[in-house]
T-cell receptor
Framework: KNQVEQSPQSLIILEGKNCTLQ??????????LRWYKQDTGRGPVSLTI?????NTKSNGRYTATLDADTKQSSLHITASQLSDSASYIC?????????????FGSGTRLQVQP | DTGVSQNPRHKITKRGQNVTFRCDPI?????LYWYRQTLGQGPEFLTY????????KSRLLSDRFSAERPKGSFSTLEIQRTEQGDSAMYLC?????????????FGSGTRLTVV
């Protein structure tokens, strides 16, 4: 069964600090992995997308890594800002198999405090 | 094109009433997905369309739920005889169906509260 597990479930950090969120997956056949940011009451917004051959991808202060051998990914946030407070969802895509193409994690809820 | 649009943003309804949500995808996207998200959880797949054809439905989609995409553009999700357990955020996403990186774009969702 395709699964995506995220840790920690929630995290509180002080503004300006760095943090790393983890994602482990068992999705096959793997196509790509995405990180989404979801503000409360809003739809998810894509941060990064990585395919099998990509180890790292940056989007401003967000850097995602992918280890396809161990099936692990991380999202590193540098110099956090209050606006980073949100849920971060790891989504793994299987190769074109219809709806099974997307498996969502439950998310990590990040709270950045002043 | 301003992305995926969902209406209404919020809906409060009494138990037993019917509700209908609308999703307008990005115009050139031929795939449209419906998801349900409860508090603290990731989205759960409900159903998806490729053009006007509904290709797959989740077991979560009971017979009280029906979705349509009559002309392959906008889609509607109807819930009949709503129950309190239907309270959730209903998300719509669209994408192009092509090999390689699929660019899924989500709408802001419709938050349903059944009282």
């Amino acid at each position: 069964k395709n699964q995506v597990e995220q840790s920690p479930q929630s995290l509180i950090i002080l503004e300006g600090k760095n943090c790393t969120l983890q994602c482990n997956y068992t999705v096959s056949p793997f196509s790509n992995l995405r990180w989404y940011k979801q503000d409360t009451g809003r739809g998810p917004v894509s941060l990064t997308i990585m395919t099998f051959s990509e180890n790292t991808k940056s989007n401003g202060r967000y850097t995602a890594t992918l280890d396809a051998d161990t099936k692990q990914s991380s999202l590193h946030i540098t110099a956090s800002q209050l606006s980073d407070s949100a849920s971060y969802i790891c989504v793994v895509s299987a190769r074109d198999t219809g709806r099974r193409a997307l498996t969502f994690g439950s998310g990590t809820r990040l709270q950045v405090q002043p | 094109d301003t992305g995926v649009s969902q209406n209404p943003r919020h809906k409060i309804t009494k138990r037993g009433q019917n509700v209908t949500f609308r999703c307008d995808p990005i115009s050139e996207h031929n795939r449209l997905y419906w998801y349900r998200q409860t508090l603290g959880q990731g989205p759960e797949f409900l159903t998806y369309f490729q053009n006007e054809a509904q290709l797959e439905k989740s077991r979560l989609l009971s017979d009280r739920f029906s979705a349509e995409r009559p002309k392959g553009s906008f889609s509607t999700l109807e819930i009949q005889r709503t129950e309190q357990g239907d309270s959730a955020m209903y998300l719509c996403a669209s994408s192009l169906a092509f090999e390689g990186k699929k660019d899924y774009t989500f709408g802001s969702g419709t938050r349903l509260t059944v009282v």
